[in-house]
C-alpha cells in the first residue's frame, strides 16, 4: 500500500509542476484537500437545505490549473471561465479558505448557487502563500 501511495504522490508532483492536468483529473478529483472542500461545502449546502453540487473533474481541473496560474504569477484576479467562481489567496487550510468564502457574502451566493457541479482547486506559491479556486456551473468542458 505504501508503494501505491508513493507512487501516486510521485504522480501528482509530476503533473503539478508540469502545470499540465488533461488525462489527470481523477487525481485531483480523489485529492484529500479537495475532497474536504467539498466535504465542507455540502455540510454548508444541507444547512440551507440545499443539495450538493457533484465532484466534477473538468471544474476541478479548471480550478486547479487558475491556482497553479495564480501561484506561479502572483497573480490575483478571477479567469475567464464561463462558470461562477471563487478566489482566495492566503489561507493555509481547506477550512480556512471556506471559511473566506462561507463569510463574503458573493462567495457564499456561489457556494450555494444553482448550478449542479463543483470543482475546487489549490496550489502553493514559492513564497508559501496557498491560492484557492472554486468553479460552479453545468456541463463544463475545458477548452484549451
Known sequence: MKTIY?????L??????????????QLLVNHPTILEMHRIQTKHRANHSIQPQTLNAELCRAAQEW??????HHYFEH???????NIAAGANTASGAMSMWINSRGH????LGG???????????????RYWTS??????????
Open 6 to 10: 508513493a507512487c501516486v504522490i510521485a
Open 12 to 25: 501528482i508532483a509530476s503533473v503539478t509542476l508540469a502545470g499540465e492536468w488533461e488525462g489527470h483529473e
Open 67 to 72: 491556482s497553479e496560474y495564480m501561484a506561479e
Open 79 to 85: 479567469s475567464h471561465y464561463p462558470v461562477a467562481e
Open 108 to 111: 457564499n451566493a456561489n457556494l
Open 115 to 129: 448550478g449542479r457541479q463543483v470543482g475546487f482547486g489549490v496550489a502553493k506559491a514559492a513564497d508559501g502563500t
Open 135 to 144: 468553479c460552479h456551473g453545468d456541463g463544463f468542458k475545458v477548452v484549451r
